[in-house]
Nanobody, 124 residues
Framework: QVQLVESGGGLVQAGDSLRLSCAAS????????MGWFRQAPGQEREFVAW????????YYADSVKGRFTISRDNAKNTVYLRMNSLKPEDTAAYYC?????????????????WGQGTQVTVSS
C-alpha cells in the first residue's frame, strides 16, 4: 500500500515556474515507478510525465517536453515535477500516481495508487 500526498500547486502567471511535490508513505516507494497526470475541468485525465523506480529513466508528454522535469528522491520518498515556462493551457489539477510497471506507463489504468491532486492555475 502506498499513500500519496501532492503539494506545491497555486496560482501563477504565464511564464512562471512551480515545483510540485508528491510525498509517499510506506516502505515500497522505491519499488514503484511514478507518474504525474493532470485533469482540466470537463476533460479526461492526461499523462504528463513518468520516472522509473531508480530515477534514471524519464518520459514526457509532447505538450510538456522541454518545460517540465520529473525527478525523485527515494531517500525522502518524494517525487517532484518542476514546471517552467507555464502556459494557461497547463491549468489543471495535477495528480501523482504509483505503479509497479518497469516500462513507461502513460495510461492511468496502469497505476495502482493515486494522490488527491493539487491545483495549478496559470493566468495569461
Amino acid at each position: 500500500q502506498v499513500q500519496l500526498v501532492e503539494s506545491g500547486g497555486g496560482l501563477v502567471q504565464a511564464g512562471d515556474s512551480l515545483r510540485l511535490s508528491c510525498a509517499a508513505s510506506g516502505r515500497t516507494f522505491s519499488s514503484n515507478a511514478m507518474g504525474w497526470f493532470r485533469q482540466a475541468p470537463g476533460q479526461e485525465r492526461e499523462f504528463v510525465a513518468w520516472i522509473s523506480m531508480g530515477g534514471t529513466i524519464t518520459y514526457y508528454a509532447d505538450s510538456v517536453k522541454g518545460r517540465f522535469t520529473i525527478s525523485r528522491d527515494n531517500a525522502k520518498n518524494t517525487v517532484y515535477l518542476r514546471m517552467n515556462s507555464l502556459k494557461p493551457e497547463d491549468t489543471a489539477a495535477y495528480y501523482c500516481a504509483a505503479g509497479t510497471r518497469r516500462t513507461v506507463a502513460t495510461h492511468s489504468a496502469l497505476y495502482d495508487f493515486w494522490g488527491q491532486g493539487t491545483q495549478v492555475t496559470v493566468s495569461s
